[in-house]
């Protein structure tokens, strides 16, 4: 990312290049992830859905669409054959993570 410095010469304008600057860092992330994550697996479960993390009974899966990556949780059947209880949370990998 390139910037000049004399353009971020207000607390505004230097809140403004942090936020951009944490978004670009949020979503190198998850875009790695994403490139090589196992598609998930699960009875009845239609689509892209990339593994991005799994944590025992829940999994965190990505969706890559034309409007970018959708992210939801769910929990996993007892057999972990299936996912239920669906939490989607649009394109907030942060609030999904």
Do not use: N
């Not at 971020?8 to 304008?13: F, H, K, Y």
């Amino acid at each position: 990312m390139l910037y000049r410095q004399e353009c971020v010469d207000s607390v505004r304008a230097q809140d403004a290049l942090q936020s951009v600057i944490d978004t670009a860092k949020t979503t190198s992330e998850y875009m790695a992830i994403l490139e090589t994550a196992p598609r998930l697996k699960a009875s009845g479960l239609t689509g892209d859905y990339r593994v991005l993390a799994d944590f025992g009974d829940a999994v965190l899966a990505g969706h890559p669409s034309e409007r970018g990556v959708q992210f939801v949780t769910w929990e996993w059947d007892f057999d972990r054959e299936g996912v239920h209880h669906g939490h989607y949370f649009q394109d907030d990998y942060d609030a999904a993570y």
